[in-house]
């Protein structure tokens, strides 16, 4: 099969596009990384049910010493959740943008994001500048 891609002759910051086996690769990294969360995250979900009922069940006899860390438990197992959900999304978000071969393009300014970047953080799907640019926004 002939693939119509450019032939890549530059090296480093300077490549642009990926040779399907790249892409194969960054796939592979993406979908355990997916995996990896998806575990953790479904985890998490079964201990925080088993906090909910160990909590309804006694209830009854908490002082509020125990009512407080109760919630600070609780609040720390809803936070994790939403972190595990997050970034499951942003691994999801990655996978299909590799399929449409945006990948590797900030969403922010559609400069290249630095591969070394992509090496650390293979769901990444801004620069740093546009990921700080959003953070402070959200936040
Ligand atoms: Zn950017």
């Known amino acids: 099969m002939l693939v119509n891609g450019a032939v890549i002759t530059g090296k480093g910051a300077a490549k642009v596009g990926r040779t ?22 479904e985890e998490a979900v079964a ?13 009854a006899g908490d002082d ?19 972190t595990l959900l997050d970034r499951r999304t942003q691994a999801e978000h990655a996978m299909a943008r590799l399929d449409d071969g945006t990948y590797g393009n900030c969403e922010g300014c559609s400069n290249p994001i630095p591969w070394e970047r992509l090496e ?20």
């Open 20 to 41: 399907p086996e790249e892409i194969e690769q960054i796939r592979n990294i993406l979908r355990g990384r997916f995996d990896d969360i998806n575990a953790e995250y």
């Open 47 to 59: 201990e925080n049910q088993k906090l909910r009922l160990v909590e309804i069940g006694d209830a």
């Open 64 to 82: 509020q010493a125990d009512s407080g860390s109760k919630t600070a438990e609780r609040d720390a197992a809803t936070s994790l959740l939403r």
């Open 120 to 139: 650390v953080f293979p769901s990444a799907t801004t620069c740093v500048h546009c990921k700080q640019n959003r953070e402070r926004r959200a936040g």
